[in-house]
């Protein structure tokens, strides 16, 4: 097995950068390299920091971009910079060096023509083009160097993005594909697809075929912006951004190159040979209009606010070419895909609708439908490649091939001859073999059509890879409105929230407790908390919390804030062993359930914190409680203490949220028990190994009788902090009433001094002072604000 550990990335633009951010992330020495400026005088020559210049502006820009391509800022240590005729010589200190430079060949060729003389034989080498053929870069150099060579396409921001391209040439060594597969997927948090060296790959093959098709019915369909953002959007399970939005964001002329790259290097590909550039695309060509990076492309923002106090976004006018507000829509088919909460089924809705929203859905998804099948074996060998590509690359939460299963697939080969489009005779094979969807569940397994053995196959990687959509068909163990207990196998259960949001209402809350009884009941080694939505959970139901505060139900309010500090306190207490698997945000109340877990396994892109400040409220669902067991924990014997107690209040106090699961540990959310994973799509199995670890030799722990509190010296501290806070208009009077009430939880109330006391009496404290505040004028209007405005108020 390949170890790396140093890794040299040659080039310190955009993507440069981010790459090198994200090696640091996961533990890398990286090594940065990028040209000395031109415009250096002869005195600055022979200034390193000078000769420098370029590759510390672009990595300190993007260390200040956002979103922040850094998990924690403390680990830009972990990249050294240096320049192309200084430091060229330390790539041979590296095992692995990957060229990001301007996507010119003859550049790049250059570049790996100094790599091949300085780099140590079987030091892998890589290329992040997103298109120029990787044997092209190859020509001329060693044996060695081509056997150990592949394109690595990271896609843009290469934090966040999924998807990563590992495309070999016929000299890679296969050990090296093989390394990268693997590296990509645990290591980096990829989903790794296998392409072939043809023009742009898989990912931007098909999604710019997919976005330019878009285009060109646009122009045919007489459909607003707006309206065409909305359908190819959230309509069809994919990002906001949708199509036109989408082009501002990565960049008109970009897009168009692209395009044009693909048409130009594929003169036999029939659909792509007759996309034409609208009109109004080369508009906005020939004006620079290029979106987001020129101020404005098919959108443009203005400094007017609207009634509600948002910006408004002008559009553009595909006829008249001129931006305007946009109309409400009168679309049918829009209106109604509003009112199906299903995706499947508001997918399906949409292609047979007669409008023209419907149109475009049908002709786009039909065009997309005839364009995947026939690029296979020509850019991948097996379709599950081409869905994981779309939606790991472009962020969609269907494949084409898995949009078609959800169409029918007779439906989409009728839709694309009526587009004029023909499928890949293999689809229409399959079907007259009687095989009808393109993927199949068996044994809990997802199975894809392999083309050339007519046969379904396991999908690659996912044997023993626990995914709960594949668990749909079986019966549950339990089951209420808001959650789902499934048998995950080898004697665990995984409890699965289903609730708008995943927010927290009763309805999971008494499932985390029938779950709990039914693993110590029964033959249960333990018990996993996780789900693959988005999001982990928003937090609590606030509507419900709302409720009941506005009209002053305070015993139900009471009663509900208890079954909340039962349930979390249930997590921490039970015979069998509890693991969260978290993904996405994990606010409030899910913050506080994980805490109280015997462990929590993060994926890195976690956001983790308790925001209940932020609507007027404490922490009340055991999380201040816990933040002074944490405290208290953290003291030493000869500790001042003060400063310790300090940093825990401010945790809370300004709902500080880690924007990964690493920061998330820097504010005592996480701790020694608990782990990050970086690939999200294996949560719920690392959780699930956690759970068979711990059950070996699990013994319940005891309820705490001895957490350490402050009283009234630690009072004393924290309302001075307060007062300063408040003096210099940091914080508003109820602020001020709020951070108070945190205070004397985390220092066990009006105590004369230190003293230690139960889990139970800061239990009542916490329960006291968020009824109290539930109570106050000021958190009901927080509380009103968000619900209506989904964010905070200030008053």
């Not at 080969?413 to 199949?440: C, P, R």
């Amino acid at each position: 097995m390949r170890h790396i550990k140093k890794v040299a990335v040659l080039g310190s633009g955009i993507m440069g950068s981010g790459i090198a951010c994200h090696l640091a992330n996961i533990g890398m020495d990286v090594i940065l390299l990028d040209i000395v400026p031109f415009d250096l005088t002869e005195e600055q020559k022979a200034v390193p920091a000078a000769r420098n210049r370029l590759v510390n502006e672009s990595l300190s820009n993007a260390i200040k971009s956002k979103p922040a391509p850094l998990f924690k800022t403390e680990y830009a240590k972990r990249i050294t910079t240096g320049n192309f005729d200084d430091d060229f010589s330390k790539i041979g200190e590296a095992d692995w060096i990957i060229e990001v430079v301007v996507e010119r060949l003859d550049i790049k060729k250059q570049i790996f023509e100094k790599v091949d003389h300085f780099r140590k034989k079987g030091t892998l080498v890589s290329s992040n083009t997103s298109g120029i053929p990787i044997h092209l870069m190859a020509e001329g150099r060693s044996d060695d160097f081509r056997k150990h060579f592949c394109g690595t396409h990271f896609f843009n921001p290469p934090r966040y993005l999924q998807l990563l391209e590992i495309i070999p040439t016929r000299d890679t060594k296969s050990e090296v594909t093989d390394f990268f597969m693997y590296f990509g997927d645990r290591l980096l948090g990829k989903s790794t697809v296998r392409c072939k060296d043809t023009p742009a790959f898989v990912g931007n093959r098909i999604g710019v075929y997919a976005m330019s098709k878009i285009y060109q019915l646009a122009d045919k369909l007489n459909l607003s912006i707006n309206d065409i953002d909305k359908l190819t959007g959230p309509a069809l399970a994919r990002p906001k951004t949708g199509t036109f939005r989408l082009g501002d964001l990565v960049g008109l002329d970009t897009a168009a190159k692209v395009t044009a790259g693909i048409k130009q290097n594929c003169p036999d590909d029939e659909q792509v040979q007759k996309l034409q550039l609208p009109e109004f695309f080369q508009y906005l060509i020939d004006h620079k209009y290029f979106g987001n990076k020129s101020g404005k492309g098919f959108y443009q923002a203005t400094d007017q606010k609207d009634e509600n106090g948002k910006r408004i976004i002008l559009s553009l006018n595909l006829k008249t070419l001129e931006y305007e507000v946009p109309a409400p829509t009168k679309l049918a088919s829009l209106s109604l895909s509003k009112q199906i909460d299903n995706p499947e089924k508001r997918i399906k809705t949409l292609f047979h609708h007669e409008d023209e929203g419907g149109q475009l859905i049908r002709a786009s998804l039909a065009s997309l439908f005839a364009y995947a099948s026939k690029r296979i074996p020509e850019i991948c060998d097996e379709l599950h490649s081409i869905d994981t590509a779309l939606k790991a690359g472009f962020a969609w939460e269907y494949g084409p091939f898995e949009y078609w299963d959800i169409i029918g697939i007779q439906d989409g080969i009728d839709a694309a001859v009526a587009e004029g489009e023909s499928v890949a005779e293999w689809v229409k094979e399959m079907l007259a073999n009687g095989q009808h969807t393109f993927y199949k569940i068996h044994d809990g397994v997802r199975h894809f059509y392999d083309i050339p053995s007519k046969s379904y196959k396991p999908v690659p990687g996912t044997i023993g890879l626990v995914n709960l959509d594949n668990l749909r068909e079986r019966s549950p163990v339990y089951k209420n409105d808001e959650v789902i207990l499934h048998d995950i196998g080898d004697g665990v259960l995984c409890l699965e929230f289903t609730s708008k949001m995943n927010a927290i209402g009763e309805g999971i809350l008494t499932g985390i407790n029938e779950s709990i009884q039914i693993a110590e009941d029964g033959d249960w080694l333990g018990l996993v908390i996780g789900n693959q939505a988005k999001n982990f959970t928003v937090g609590a139901n606030l509507m419900m919390i709302g409720m009941l505060a506005f009209q002053q139900e305070y015993d139900q309010l009471n009663m509900a804030v208890k079954l909340f500090q039962d349930t979390t306190m249930r997590c921490r207490y039970s015979k069998i062993p509890v693991v969260a698997a978290t993904q996405g945000y994990v606010f409030g109340g899910g913050c506080e359930t994980i805490m109280h877990c015997d462990s929590a396994i993060c994926a890195a892109e976690s956001y983790i914190g308790l925001v209940e400040v932020g609507v007027g409220l404490i922490p009340g669902g055991g999380g201040t409680k816990e933040f002074a067991v944490r405290t208290s924990d953290a003291f030493t014997e000869d500790d001042i203490k003060i400063p310790t107690l300090i940093e825990r209040f401010k945790t809370i106090a300004l709902a500080n949220v880690g924007t990964s699961a690493p920061q998330a540990f820097d504010f005592g959310y996480l701790n020694a028990k608990d782990q990050v994973v970086m690939n999200v799509h294996r949560v719920i199995t690392e959780a699930k190994e956690k759970v068979i670890e711990l059950a070996e030799t699990y013994v319940a722990p005891s309820p705490r009788q001895d957490v350490h509190v402050l009283g009234r010296p630690g009072l004393g501290a924290l309302y001075t902090a307060i007062s300063s806070l408040h003096l210099g208009r940091y914080a508003s009077d109820h602020d001020v009433l709020i951070a108070k009430k945190i205070a004397w939880v985390l220092c066990g109330g009006d105590l004369s001094s230190e003293q230690k006391v139960s889990e139970k009496y800061l239990l009542d404290l916490e329960r006291e002072a968020f009824l109290s505040l539930c109570g106050e004028q000021k958190t009901l209007e927080r509380i009103q604000y968000m619900l209506e405005n989904n964010k905070p108020l200030r008053n």
